[in-house]
Structures are given as structure tokens and as C-alpha cells.
């Protein structure tokens, strides 16, 4: 892909836009897309009755270990396993408790509007001195996905398209490669959309592989224009940043993440698994499905460990 | 109702037992029940397309903040909310983080079943010193949730059936109370069904009322026949235990919960929030849902935190 | 004591300020008084052979369960408590594991030089912008305490003196009643030395007792002067704030601490238990001691818990 | 050294055992040989008034980074620095706020005898049902090292005298080598001494060599009769387990551990930092110290962090 610098991005960001477009108040973005009719649609493509969990398990093994990251692995902990009854508590019963501590981006999660911005300004004009503090986020918090983010999912399983088990560090796919996957799942994107992009990534990161996290495979930043121009709700992929890692010499980090959330308000998930959902749709041939995600209800939450399903 | 001793919770759950019935290594209970075309039928009942977040916030305001209770409030803390740059690590964005630490039971969440058992076994005759261990559930673990749990939804609006706000504090609902309350939706029970039970115990909770935590209004022992008797996957309440507490005099605390999760290997929700479904369902007649609950997909978990889903 | 505005507080801010004291690159503050004949003299103290542990237990009955304060009680969980091996990972022995989870200011604790300022600037005049980030302090952390704080101890036994058991709410400590409880003990102040307050607050609320928080007894802002002018190193205090609370109608709700921090470089300690210490220089008369202060050794930290150590 | 086994290790258990020495109810083990004339006399070392922490800084390059272990890293989060006021709650002045997550073991900490047990029976008899629960240690837990440990301490710094820089995996430490190190020191053991164990293996791992933790060097199981004799009353090392690991092959993983917890009631310390220490033990030639070691008041806690500090 060509480099774009900062100023492409505040340009091209101006363009795709979606500040205003539902309400100076809005904290929703591309949720807004998701109408009632969307969500009946989503309903309708159920027809086998089967049901698939795209979470890793939230555990030690998370891509997280390393000291100075500033993030860190779920820790989950037995608090009560025998149910002893040393102070005679309880009665008759027995039971057991445990907790978890959880980064809410370390493990399969979806971002709050209010996780990523730039220029001072979060996704529809919100000011950050204002909009996240150490209350947690005033405005765009994951509490307005609360209601559950239900629409229809398209599998685009990239690297079987290609023939390949996953897709090598580095790899770049394009507005052409979003086309190329939908052709092949025999499918047209619909308004309200939301994209499950499968790179072979993370599960193998959990399989012990060496995947070239700085150099994880993913979308250019070109797909963003693809995206608001489809009307899709939201993207969800397999590997760590949603898009290509590594790639954009010279110019910011990350720059589809700055158009995706700052300037359109996507939604955007990362660290999925969609093996068996991919395994069951090259089975059947069926690529689209109803998409139920459902975040945590934190109160000023800039994102949230979740495990979203696929039904179909 | 009348009281049973613990023998009687012994003879009782051998009767009702599904030890067993879906094979001996089964560690899925009543989920069981909830076939495919249980799916697909629940998938049928969305109609208007809008969706219904059952999870109160999981915030500071919880019922656990007493010492000694051995749980505790859910605990949210924003890790950076400015996107400083100390450090040159980042380029032309800015981020926040966050994280929570939550107690699996310490805010709307539904059990594992190896939450709970008797006399050393767990469901399906798992004894507790290698099914439940410091590193977690060995069997009947919350992973056995992992691809969801997604089936009609009946919501059993208890108070407004009876023109009530809320149930008073030890209010029993027995078998007939069931009954009636299916009645009163025009419905009738159908195996895999998940029943949404509302008393208005918890949102007023959280609002400050002094709901009697000890006196919970819920459940009869006596229900766990009935729910047996009607194939019911699982029971989601809007109290602290699913069923009444402080009722069974002379007996074990909790005999539902006994016969439940071990005997039967039931399904069961704690702490929910229905106020915005039944307002719905009040308003346009319609008491089923399609119900979808999605766990965190903790290895050796026995129970999660979740914001289920109603999607009418 | 009479109020003062925010300009009063920056004028006696400047009058009392060691700022480039000890270098413009000095972090330490009022550490720097204890020079190591301080520390001798401290262990010359030492007669009897008595030690006691000044911390309150690290426990559920904290000062913070009220939602929406921002801080959290100390949360201590076990992991591992019979040793189980369904792994085969041990052998033949037992083991027990646990957690703790604290808010570094949530029980008994120093304040790092980064906790507190005003006007941007931190003590020495690091700007809060590069001194204190999402990844911690990275100026006045207190691991500028880490080869521990150890100086003489002097009890400032104040209701002991006046015969009561405990400091009413709302309770003024003036420079007066600081020479009067020098005095009552039979020693004179010496730079270097740490002032042990005993308000009688923070136990009693431990206890179960009302003690009025926001109305805590303490300092009043003017011994901001006498501490400067008599080289202390540090004050601890069995109170919520060292200073007392409530009682600056009009002006900043805690003038000493913006005093005492950002524009002396004082230490801090809170939450102190001095009750048994201070049964002790009762019954002997003798009220100084070898005090031994060791925080956590936390990169970054602007804070820690800790249990620091009368030796008598 | 000699191979033990477990009958081995239940022999010269009930030779080198210390139940009941202090009576039936005793939970402090050896701390009681740390008499107040012991105390004094740690004060009377006290000579040039220099400090030295112990403790490594508590962060994410502890040895607990891989999953599975059980244990995790200790974790330091910010959770407010820039005192950002987005409510009106602050006035004036502007703070931050931080918090900790650690596992009591983790890094630089002390084991409470109701770490570590045998045959069903912590130290002094006490059975593991009824003293190691969910709710913590009912017996032997840190608390009773609340008033602090203060002693004498020895620094033994092995390597020096060696005349190499640390000591290679495996390397064993037995009588011998403790009767030479005191004698390279210029002293003789004394009752309730504590011994510094440096091998130089914990410091090397944390700027990341490769220090063998499977095989770290220490103490063999033989010292345990050594320290019995001479009255020791507490060991801290700069490795993991303060004895040799991988050394006892066919017997018990960790018999020092398991006689000197379980039998002798020995306070253990482990994962210390003693480079600075030794630097001026060297330059200096003195080898003994005040040492005070404070864990934190963690009700029922099995373990604790803390930061000793040694006082010359």
C-alpha cells in the first residue's frame, strides 16, 4: 500500500467523516447503521441451529507477557474450590468461587469509540480533556454497546480463499482482497455489515507460532473508504490491530484505526478465533451468519473482554 | 412451602436426576436440551428487530461491598485515558486502557456447573477433589458455555402479573406461579426454553432500596420438579440466589440451588436486569425472546460475568 | 484556625519551599534531613528490645467501600490452600498461595512526593505533564524510598495528653499543641525526625465507630511552619489525612498537604495504628523510638502500603 | 549431597523438629529465638547509619511470566495522574493514584509457615483442613510476623568468597560452605541470627540472564541440622527457593523447605537483592547488619512482599 502521512490522514479523515451524521450528541458511529430491519435480517440467516463462540480462552497465554507493555494476561483465580466450612457459614452445600483480572484489550475484545483518537478530538468532536478521564470515559463509553451489537456477519476467510492455512507477516489486504472475499463467499455487503475477517493469525500465536506481532497481516488503510462507502457496522479479525502492522514507512502506526474510529466511529474487535467458523463455512458454503456481541456493562469502559457468537 | 431436610434434597434430586442421561462424561446439563432446531426456533421469534442488554453495570454499587462476604464489587480503573507519550512510544495517536477485576459471581453472571454440589459430587457424579481444584474446574467448567447459550427466552413478569411494582422481601414462586405466569404471557413452556424471571428484586437493589438480600423473593424448592417435568435449559432471575432465600427453615439454605446445579444440571442466571424487557413486553404483548448469553471464555471458570442478550 | 485561600497557600508555599534545597535534581525532600548520624542516633534509641508493627491489617474494613470513591479496600484472596496435585506437578509436599489486591493509599501508607500538587508543578518543580504518567511517576516515585526510611520516631500521643481517649471530629492540632506534646513527652524536636500522630481516629473506625471522616481531626496548616522550621522528616498519623479535615471553609480542602508535599518535600504516612505503641510510652514514659519505614519497591509508584516498625 | 526420601525426610524431621517447643499454640516458629536482647543487640550494629533495601522492584521482569506457573508478575497500574476534575470533586489541588496486584510470592516476599506443609500437618501439628482455608490461614499466617522481624543479620556472600561473581546452577551450599562463610566474615553465628544467603542468581535473572531457575544453587537439605544447631532463626536468599533445586533426585523436589517450614517453624525469604549490600560489606568489611524485614498485615495471608532493609 502507499504511505499516507498525518496530514493524509486528517485529509482523508475529513472525507470519511462521520461526525454529525447522527447527532451532535451521538456516541454510537457505526452502530447507527445496524437498524431494527438489520437486525431481523441477521435473525433470518439462522437455519441449521448451530452456534459458534469466537473468543481465545482468556488465559496465560495471551500475546501480553512481556514486561513494559503496559498491558497484560487475563489472570484468573480459584478464590474457594473445596467449599470448606471452617467458620460454619454454610451448611449442607458445597460451592466454589473465582475472579478474573482482565485487561479489557488483552484478550478477544471489542473497542470503545473512546480507546483510540487523535488532534485532541475523539470521534464525533468530543474533546479528550473532557471525554476520558480517570472516571473513565464520559462520552463513548463501551456502555453504549451495552444493548448487544446483533447484525449480520460475513466470514471473509482470506487465506483459504488464497489456498493458504494463514496468512504470512506482513501480508496487506486491500479494498480488491475485501472484494475478492466477498465474491467468494458468494455474497454482496449489505448496510449494517459486520466484516469477520479471518487471517490465520492469533490461534497460531496460541499454538506457540513465532507470527510477527509488529508485522501482523491485516487491512490497509485504503479499506477504510471501502468500509464507510459499504455502510459496514463494524470489523472483526483474527489478528492484533485489525489491519496490516508494520507497513506504513514514515507515516503514522496505525492509520486505519485513526479513520476507522476517531473519524467514522467503526467498531472494531481484535484477537478473535474464527477456525471452527471457518471450518463450518467452507463446509457448507455458507459465509454469513447472525453476529451476537454482547460487552460487559462497564460504567465508563473504553473497551471489554467478550465472547461473540455466530449462529447459524 | 414446605420445608425439606437434607435427606429429603437427597431423595428428591435422585428423582430428578440427569445424571447420566446425555452420557457420562456429560459436564453440559440442561444445555443439553437446547437442539439446533431449539436454535433456529428461538432465531424465529425475532420479529421488530430490537435488543434488550440484561446485565446491571458492573460498577461499585454491587451487593458485595460488606467485609467478610467473601466476594467483592467489581472493580473498574482506567489505566491511561490521556495517550501521553512519556516514553516515544507512540507517534500521532492517542489511546486509553483500562481494567477490571471482577468476582465471577459479584455482578449479573450465570453458574458453572461446578458452582455448587453435595455430599463430595458434583452433576453427573464428578467428585469434588479432581472435578474443582486451585487450578480451576477440572469438569463442568463455564468452557462448556463457550459457543453460547442461545434459545427462547420467556420472560415470567411475577410483580406485574400481580400488579405490583416488586415482590416483597420472602415472596415464594412455586410451581403454580409458574404456571400462572405462563398463562399470563400467552405461552406455554417448550423444552429448552430459558426462562427470564423477574421479581425486581436486584434494580431496585441498586437504586438504593433495601430489598432484604437475606429474604430474596424467588423460587420454591418445588419449582426444580416443575422445571424437570417441562425440560427447561436454564432459569435467569433478577435476585441474588434464582430462589427464595430465608424459607427453608430447619433445612439447607439454598435446596433449590442443590437440586439445580447438581441433580438436574441446570442453568442458572443471577443478578439480571429485565426492567427494560418487560416494559416491552408489557407494552407489546409479546413475552418470548430470542435469548442469548455469551460467557467469557475462562479456562477452569466457574462462572462468568455477561451481558445477555433479548432480541425481540 | 483561620482559613486560607488558594493565594495565601502559594504564598506560604514559597516562604516554606525546599525547592533546589538538595539540588534541582533532588526527588527526596525532607529524606534528605535523615543523614546517617540520624540513623545511628535512631538505632541509639533502642533499649528494651520492643518492636511494633504500626500497620493496621490490610482487610475489607477499610475505609473505602462507598461506591464512587475511587479507591477500593484491600482485597486478599487465596489461590492454593490444600495443595491439591490433580497435575502431578507436585511431589510430595503442600503448599498454600494468595493474592493481594491494593490501592497503594487504601490502608496504612506513605505518600510518594508524586501523590499531590497544584499549579502543574510537583515538588522541585518537575511539571505533572513528564513527572506523571500512565506508565508512573517518572519524577519523586517512591522508590526514592526504597532503601527504607529509618530515623528516630517520636509519639505524639495528643489525647493521651488531654485525657481523652480519642480526638473529636473537627479536632484542631496547632504549633501549639505540637510543643505541648513535645513537651509532655520530655523531648525536644531534632531535625530529621519523624512525628508519629496519634489522633485516636482510624482505629476506632475499625471498630466500627462513626469517626466522622470528612470532619477527621488533625493538623491545621499552620504547622506547616513549625515542621519546616524544626527540619522533621516526615509525619504519620493514625488519621484519614495527617491534617485535619473540614475545616478550611472557603479555601483548599487540604492546604497542608499542598504545603507539606509539592512545596517541602514532606513524607507523608496515613492510616497509621498507634495504640499499642502508644500504651506502651505510657507505661515506660519513654516516647521515641527506632522507626523503621520500608514501602514496596514499585517502579513508578505514587504510593505504598506498607508496615512500618517502632523499635523501642 | 546425599540423595533424601520421603522417610528420610520424616526422620530427620522429628529429630530437627521445634513442635511444641514453644508451646502447643505457638505460631511464630523460630521468630521466638529473636528474644528482645537479640533486638537490642541488632541495634548495637548500627555504626555508620547507611541503609540498604533488599528488595528487587516489583514489576513485570519477575520469573512468573509463563502460563501455567500458577503465579504471575506483579502488576502497577496507574489509575489517575493528572488529577483531572471532571466532576468537581477536587478543588485545588491535583494527585494521582496508583494500585498493585501481587501474588504474595512473587516477588522479593517472606513465606508464613502456613506456606508450606507435610503429611496433612502444617508447623506444630496444626491439620491442614482447619488451617489453610478459602478464608485464608487460620494458623501460621503472616500476621504473625506483624510487629516486624528485626535481628541481627549476616550477610554470607558465597561468590566473593569463591572469587567468582555468582554462583553456577546446581551449585550446592552445605554445612561446610555456611561454616566457611561465617569464618570468611570474621564471625560466629548467634541465636535468632539471620542469615543473607547471596548466591547472586536473582539479580543476574532480572537483567536477564538465563540463571537456570529449575537448578538454581543453594542450600542442601543437610543445612537444616546446621541451622537447627546454631539457633538461626530466619534464612533470606537471592534465589528462588533459598536451597538448591534439581539436586534431590528421587526424592522430594524440596526437603530444606519442607523440613525447615513444616518441622524447625524457620522463617524462609526469598528472591532478594543483596548486590548493593555486598558492595559495602566488602568495602567495609562488616558482614553483620540491623535487619528489618516488615511484611504487610494481610489477615490469613500466606506470604507477603515487602522491602527489608538492612541497617549498618
Redesign the interface.
Known amino acids: 500500500m502507499p504511505s499516507i502521512d498525518?496530514e493524509g490522514?486528517r485529509t482523508l479523515g475529513r472525507e470519511l467523516s462521520n461526525w454529525g451524521r447522527w447527532g451532535d450528541d451521538d456516541q454510537r458511529g457505526t452502530l447507527n447503521l445496524i437498524?431494527?430491519?438489520?437486525?431481523?435480517?441477521a435473525?433470518?440467516t439462522?437455519?441449521?441451529?448451530?452456534?459458534?463462540?469466537l473468543?481465545?480462552?482468556?488465559?496465560?497465554?495471551g500475546p501480553y507477557?512481556?514486561?513494559?507493555?503496559?498491558?497484560?494476561?487475563?489472570?484468573?483465580?480459584?478464590?474457594?474450590?473445596?467449599?470448606?466450612d471452617?467458620?460454619g457459614e454454610?451448611?449442607?452445600?458445597?460451592?466454589?468461587?473465582?475472579?478474573?483480572?482482565?485487561?479489557?484489550?488483552s484478550?478477544?475484545h471489542v473497542d470503545a469509540l473512546?480507546?483510540?483518537?487523535?488532534d485532541?478530538l475523539l470521534y464525533n468532536g468530543y474533546h479528550?480533556?473532557?471525554a476520558?478521564?480517570?472516571?473513565?470515559?464520559?462520552r463513548c463509553s463501551i456502555?453504549n454497546l451495552?444493548?448487544?451489537v446483533?447484525s449480520r456477519g460475513v466470514l471473509l476467510d482470506i487465506p483459504r480463499r488464497l489456498g493458504v492455512d494463514h496468512l504470512e507477516p506482513g501480508t496487506e489486504i486491500g479494498p480488491a482482497g475485501l472484494d475478492a472475499a466477498f465474491d467468494a463467499a458468494g455474497l454482496r455487503p449489505r448496510p449494517g455489515d459486520v466484516l469477520l475477517l479471518r487471517t490465520g493469525t492469533y490461534p497460531r500465536h496460541r499454538r506457540g507460532a513465532d507470527v510477527g506481532l509488529a508485522r501482523s497481516p491485516g487491512l490497509t488503510w485504503e479499506c477504510a473508504r471501502w468500509i464507510r462507502d459499504h455502510e459496514i457496522a463494524a470489523v472483526c479479525a483474527d489478528n492484533f490491530a485489525v489491519e496490516v502492522l508494520g507497513a506504513n514507512a514514515g507515516g503514522?502506526?496505525?492509520p486505519f484505526?485513526?479513520l476507522a474510529i476517531r473519524d467514522m466511529g467503526l467498531l472494531l474487535g481484535e484477537l478473535f478465533d474464527f477456525e471452527a467458523l471457518a471450518e463450518d463455512c467452507a463446509a457448507d458454503g455458507v459465509h454469513e451468519c447472525?453476529f451476537?456481541a454482547?460487552?460487559?456493562?462497564?460504567?465508563?469502559?473504553?473497551?471489554s473482554?467478550?465472547?461473540?457468537?455466530a449462529?447459524k
Open positions: 498525518m490522514v437498524t431494527p430491519d438489520r437486525v431481523s435480517a435473525a433470518a439462522v437455519r441449521r441451529g448451530v452456534t459458534f463462540g473468543a481465545v480462552p482468556a488465559d496465560g497465554t507477557s512481556a514486561p513494559g507493555s503496559g498491558r497484560f494476561n487475563p489472570i484468573h483465580t480459584m478464590t474457594r474450590y473445596r467449599g470448606d471452617p467458620r454454610l451448611s449442607d452445600f458445597r460451592s466454589s468461587e473465582d475472579m478474573v483480572i482482565l485487561g479489557t484489550h484478550s478477544t473512546s480507546h483510540l483518537w487523535y485532541d479528550h480533556d473532557t476520558v478521564t480517570a472516571w473513565g470515559a464520559e456502555q451495552s444493548a448487544g446483533v503514522p502506526m496505525i484505526h485513526m447472525m451476537v454482547s460487552p460487559l456493562n462497564i460504567p465508563g469502559g473504553v473497551g473482554p467478550l465472547n461473540p457468537v449462529i
